[in-house]
């Protein structure tokens, strides 16, 4: 079953096509996480399935309807976003930016109100950022901030969330920490997660769906035991590697093939070229 589709969509920028004629189903109440190489329009997937991007040709699909038809508003209801590159207003506390969250739920006759202040504490404390409510956010330390925007999101109370390369820029502890994050909100809450991430060690561990994408075409996808093999990753990065069991998880885990020894471009013990005269 799902929720969010995109349906045989062109995508492109300023006159430039970046996929053309794809479709991807996001099954329901997966964590989907889309791989690929630096421009093959994963990240341009993913907008259009935000309805940041508006399809050339096609459409994209949730519950079955064209989301550009449907009012903004009961969009936002239903689908969260955490963009690539976030930035808050100067001088805003964590609190406040978390209660941002809210708006989508919010109009002429319903303003602030207790389930708001119920709603944005719990997913504060969801994401560990609590004790921060008072602190400005340009104040904290990356792996906070993005801790503090997934806190936004999950104010915004959507069955479905969108996050846009979200360990970018981070430390590999705070990676796992929001990866860990993500993976406790699936399981736990039910949500429907859908990622872009450029590690596909990450991916393979995290994912319980892989959409792996080359030049805006989608090459495999499906579990990630059942398709991560190292001629997918040939094939999709161009890289030489094995797969082998993550000894923590069992997940695919890939080994990049070792690079091989120097040529030797003198015999040993004579002088180098570069050294004669």
């Avoid at 303003?111 to 950022?129: K, Y």
């Avoid at 920490?177 to 997660?193: I, K, M, N, P, S």
Wanted: charged share 25%; hydrophobic share 40%; aromatic share 2%.
């Amino acid at each position: 079953m799902q929720r969010l589709a995109a349906d045989a969509v062109t995508l492109g920028y300023d006159g430039r096509v970046v996929a053309e004629d794809l479709s991807v189903e996001i099954p329901d109440r997966s964590f989907t996480v889309i791989v690929g190489p630096n421009a093959c329009g994963k990240s341009t997937l993913l907008r259009a399935l935000a309805r940041m991007l508006r399809p050339e040709s096609g459409r994209v699909l949730l519950d079955g309807r064209a989301i550009h038809r449907l009012p903004a508003k009961k969009v936002a209801r239903t689908l969260g976003l955490l963009p690539q590159s976030s930035v808050a207003p100067d001088g805003i506390t964590v609190a406040d930016l978390v209660g941002r969250g809210r708006y989508p739920h919010q109009g002429l006759l319903r303003q602030w109100s207790p389930e708001d202040e119920r709603v944005v504490a719990e997913s504060m404390a969801a994401t560990g950022v609590d004790a921060l409510a008072d602190r400005h956010v340009d104040a904290l330390s990356g792996g906070q901030r993005q801790r503090v925007w997934i806190a936004m999101a999950l104010a915004q109370q959507t069955p479905l969330l969108l996050l846009d390369e979200p360990t970018t820029y981070l430390d590999i502890q705070h990676q796992i920490d929001v990866l860990d994050l993500c993976a406790d909100l699936h399981e736990t809450q039910g949500r429907t997660l859908v990622a872009v991430l450029h590690d596909l060690n990450h991916a393979a561990r995290y994912a319980t769906h892989l959409v792996a994408m080359r030049d805006g075409r989608v090459i495999a996808e499906g579990p990630p035991g059942e398709i991560v093999t190292a001629g997918l990753v040939e094939r999709v990065f161009g890289l030489r590697c094995q797969v082998i069991d993550d000894p923590e998880t069992g997940t695919p885990l890939v080994v990049p093939a070792a690079r091989g020894p120097r040529r030797a471009d003198v015999p040993t013990g004579g002088p180098s070229p570069r050294l004669q005269q």
